[in-house]
């Protein structure tokens, strides 16, 4: 059990488009959901935390209103670049945690690349 | 401030027996744990530590020392499939996970 799902895995749009992508826990309710965002070689940066009918908190530094993140339901979280720049191609990788010991599962990542 | 430290990159040989460190610096402790992400793959779970002590699984096993703020991941019988990045990542006092920079593995036949 456990599992999360992202879609897509991979998308390359043009410059000033916006991009969303979902996460979806398939068979477990998740407390809260993560946005994290990976360059290369680098560690996990946490972009931001979002329960199920509340706003999202985000880190930081992450700009809410260009990373726009909907938790609609306990199964599902959006993430919507908008206004997509070169500068925000990276690894987006989203996480939910079930709440017993608050592990997270990770979904497989989406591999943005803006031109 | 919080902080974790792990070592940038280890090499080991296939077969052999290698231990990853991790130190931590956090604002409260609720548990540590270890991921195991392969390059261009999301990070996959391999254990979690909230207690002192070793926690084994198969071939690989976990040890945390919470008044010594460090834990290892230890890797026996290596296999060229555990060439991949291991991150420590520390639960601090408001549930929010820390993560470590990672430790490259490379294996070597």
């Known amino acids: 059990g456990a599992v999360v799902s992202q879609h897509p895995s991979r998308v390359i749009c043009k410059s000033g488009t916006s991009v969303k992508i979902e996460c979806r826990s398939l068979?477990?309710?998740?407390?809260?959901m993560f946005w994290y965002r990976q360059f290369p070689k680098k560690s996990l940066m946490l972009m931001a935390t979002s329960n199920e009918g509340s706003k999202a908190t985000y880190e930081q530094g992450v700009e809410k209103d260009k990373f726009l993140i909907n938790h609609a339901s306990l199964t599902l979280s959006t993430l919507t670049v908008t206004s997509a720049h070169p500068e925000d191609s990276s690894f987006y990788i989203c996480s939910a945690a079930r709440g017993d010991n608050n592990e997270q599962f990770f979904g497989p990542g989406t591999r943005l690349t803006v031109l | 401030g919080q902080n974790i430290d792990q070592p940038t990159e280890m090499t080991a040989t296939e077969g052999a027996i290698v231990q990853i460190n991790c130190t931590y610096q956090t604002s409260g402790f609720n548990g540590l744990f270890w991921y195991q992400q392969h390059a261009g793959e999301a990070p996959t779970f391999l254990s979690y530590?909230?207690l002192d002590g070793l926690e084994e699984k198969g071939r690989f096993s976990s040890f945390l020392s919470r008044s010594k703020g460090y834990s290892y991941l230890l890797l026996k019988e290596l296999q060229m499939k555990d060439s991949a990045s291991y991150l420590c990542?520390?639960?601090?006092?408001?549930?929010?996970?820390?993560w470590g920079a990672g430790t490259k593995l490379i294996i070597k036949p």
């Open positions: 990542a520390v639960l601090d006092s408001n549930y929010q996970l820390i």
């Open positions: 068979d477990f309710q998740a407390t809260t």
């Open positions: 530590n909230v």
